[in-house]
Each structure stands twice: as C-alpha cells, then as structure tokens.
C-alpha cells in the first residue's frame, strides 16, 4: 500500500523526494532555467491501465494550477489532475536499471508494468 | 417492445421491405426476394440501410491524440480524408467496440456499433482529463445508406460527381447528392466493396430515392448478415465484446504494435509475444442434415473446444454457414469438429478471421 502524503495543515498533497528535486533543479538548468520554475504534474487519459502521469518543467503556473511548494521546487497541478494524484510522491530512481522520475500514487488501484500508467 | 426506427423506416417499407428486430432496431430484413438480393450484392450493386450503426462527431484539438492513447490502433496522424479502424478495450484487452476513426477535415467521426454510441462517449469522457475535446452522438440526427457491390463506387460515385474507384479503405470525402451534404467513405467488407454515404436525417430520404432510382436494389439485414458471415467478418451483435480480445478476433490490421501503450496494451502486447492466444474467429460450414443455431457448443475428442456465434443460410445455395470461437487445437482450416449435443452433425473450419488482414 502506498503511503498518501499530507501538508502540514493536514490536506493531502504532492511530495517530492530529495532526489527528485535534484533532479528536477539539474533538468531545469539544461533549460536555461534557474531558480523560476516549477515541475508540472498531470493526468492524461491512455497508458495501459488508463490513465497516464505527465510530467514538463515549466516557467510559471498555469491560470488554474494549484501550486504546491516542497523540498525547495514548485509543483503546478491542475484541478483535475489533483483528484488523481492527491497524496502522491515523486521520487527519481535512478541506476542502469532506474526507471527515472516515478510516482507513488496512493489513489492508483492498479499500475501497468513500466510504472507509467495506473488505474483508480 | 418495438425497436427503433431508422430515418429511412417509411422509404424501406415503400420499397417493400420486411421488417424485424436486431440489436434493438426494427430493420428491413428482406425486400421479398433474398435470392435476388445476394445477387444484387455480389454481382452488381445493392444498397443497405446501415443508419442503425453508431455515429458519434468529435470535435477539439486533442481528438486524434486521445483516441490514440485509448484504443489499439494509430490515428494520431490520420489526415483530412484518411481513417482507420480501431478497437477500444478494457484495461485486460477485452473488446468494448470496433469503431472507425475518420478525419473529416473540420471534425472527427467515429463509426461505433449499433447502441454502442452512449456507451463509446462514456468510456471515452472517463478518460478525459484534461483534453481538448467534445463527443457528440449524432446517430439519431444522422442517416447511413452503404452501397454494396462491384458498380457501387461508379454509381454512387457518379451520382456524387466524385471518383470512389481509387479509394483507400477507409478514405472518405464531403460530397452533395441531391443538394444534399455529407460525406462517403469506403469501408470493403473485405474482397467486396462497399461504399457508405452519411447525411443529414431529414435529408435521408430523398438520397435514398436519388440511390434506387438510377436501378440500385435494396438488401435487408438478411443478406447483408450472409455477406459478412461469408467472409468471417465480426458482428457486433455475436462476436465483438468483452468475452473476447482483439487478437481471438483476428483485428490483426487494427492494432499498432509500435506505437506505444494505450488501454490494454500490456495484456495484447504479452498474448502476441508469448503466443498465448488461445482461441480463434473462424468461419464454417456444416454437414447438410446438421440442426445448428448460434450458442450451439463444439467438441473434438469428447472436449468442448467452442461455440457457434452466427448462422446464416447462403440464398444461392440454401447451405448453412457460421462463424464461432473455437480452441487454437480446433482452429486449423479443415479442422472438422462435432457438435456437442448432435451425434454425427459436424461443423468444418473453413478459414480463420482477419478483417483487416494481417496487420504488421
């Protein structure tokens, strides 16, 4: 069971591991981006069990987005996709067999085999 | 309770049509003469009420891309005129419809089965997130005439000043019969062609007698059931849903091995790796004195091995054939099989599905 994860004020939200956010801060900077960027997460339709994570380093929020600050880097959601993905961890795993950024989704019942795609 | 009636009920009836119900429509099934209409089909040119498959219009930036990540085919890329077939499937690979994707230029349509429609939109607006995108079912304000034969793309053709010879499967243009608009596509039942032209309900009708006046015969659901179970097509009503998967089916030519996932992928992708696809479409035919009907079950050496999905009688020669889900141990064509509840009545496969071809 995957460990959902609350702000302080007790709502649920997105957490992003120390890795993560290394990675993230390294990504950013290839883009010619510093410190003014946020990770943007979301949910698509497709992958093999439904539904799909999205994942783009972006300048600013979008009109909408809700902004989540954790372990120094800016999370832009929109409203929809945080029904989704409410308590979910990102984490990077990393090595040569590492599957790169990976969400621990709290809300996916099911998640197809490359971790990419998940059901609720 | 009566089915539904399709926009052109009144125009068939005049035209002496028979009527009786399938999958929840009240369909011509006859125009009184069977023989005359096969013959129409095979040999020249016949036109069908088809109104009562699915049509659903789909509008917004994100339509091509969301159907590509949901169903089993690649149409992110089709074309203004170019379409393609596709199966939506569970998240187990398990069919919920055969559809027809087809880029019109200012919208996308989709050609579902027969109810399916509300059913396409829901599985479809599950999925939907945060895409551009917006389904409407049009099946009620559209009308579909398909025009089945060898003379049918020079008649139709030529009464929509357009030249359908050359098509590609599923290729389709805007066109104006009669003053009427809408498009045609061209969607073969296999070696036969077939070319389908969708308008405006209220319109339907006067297309309809542009149609039969230039000498087109009407076929009712009968025939039309004998041509597809002649060329082991799938029907929506006994051989695509979710008992099955695409690959039992044999929809081989619409599946995108390459293309990446999309719902169902992984369980599709592992029964053709690892071979595992244990059943098959086939098409049959019986021993003359054999008592068979849709449900009947098959068995080789004492085990059930499968079950008849469609019967139909063939009007030229009054033969019975069918089309079933038989074991891969019983699916070789030749493979002769009982039925199981019929002492000496055997069922032989004559050929394996593949609607699409082989895909690749």
Known sequence: MTTAYYAEDGTLTISITEKAAKMLRNFARKEGLDDEFGVKVGVKGGGCSGLLYTLSIEKEAGLNDKVIDNNGVKVFIDKKSYIFLAGTELDFSDGLNGKGFVFQNPNATKTCGCGNSFGV | ?360
């Open chain 2, 1 to 360: 309770m009566a089915g539904r009636r399709t926009p052109l009920y009144n125009a068939t009836a005049r035209q002496g049509a028979s009527f009786g119900d399938w999958a929840g429509w009240e369909l011509p099934a006859s125009y009184g003469d069977l023989l005359a209409e096969y013959k129409a089909a095979c040999d020249g040119d016949a036109d069908h009420d088809s109104s009562y498959m699915g049509r659903v219009k789909g509008t917004g930036e994100d339509v091509l891309d969301l159907l590509h990540r949901l169903s089993t085919n690649a149409v992110v890329s089709l074309e203004a005129g170019q379409g393609a077939p596709t199966v939506l499937t569970t998240d187990r690979g398990r069919i919920l419809d055969l559809i027809t994707v087809l880029n019109l230029g200012d919208h996308i349509q989709l050609l579902t089965g027969p109810q399916a429609s509300q059913d396409v939109i829901e599985w479809i607006d599950k999925y939907t997130i945060v895409d551009d995108v917006e389904f409407e079912d049009v099946t009620s304000s559209t009308a579909m005439v398909s025009v089945i034969g060898p003379k049918g793309p020079d008649i139709l053709g030529s009464l929509a000043g357009i030249e359908l010879g050359t098509f590609a499967p599923h290729q389709s243009a805007r066109v104006a019969i009669a003053g009427a608009e809408g498009y045609i596509v061209r969607r073969d039942l296999a070696d036969l062609t077939r070319c389908e032209v969708v308008v405006k309900s209220h319109d339907s009708e006067m297309v309809w007698q542009e149609i039969i006046g230039v000498g087109v015969t009407p076929v009712g659901l009968e025939v039309s059931e004998v041509l597809r179970v002649e060329r082991a097509l799938p029907g929506h009503d006994g051989e695509l849903g979710e008992s099955y998967n695409p690959l039992e089916t044999g929809l081989w030519g619409s599946i995108s091995f390459t293309k990446g996932c999309y719902i169902g992928q992984e369980v599709i992708a592992r029964l053709d790796t690892y071979q595992k696809v244990q059943k098959h479409l086939v098409s049959f035919s019986f021993s003359p004195d054999a008592r068979i009907e849709a449900g009947i079950k098959l068995a080789k050496e004492g085990r059930e091995v499968g079950q008849v999905t469609s019967v139909v009688k063939v009007p030229t020669t009054g033969e019975l054939i069918g089309l079933g889900y038989v074991r891969k141990e019983a699916a070789e064509v030749g493979t002769q099989i009982s039925l199981a509840e019929e002492a000496g009545s055997w069922a032989k496969v004559e050929a394996q599905a593949l609607p699409f071809g082989p895909g690749g």
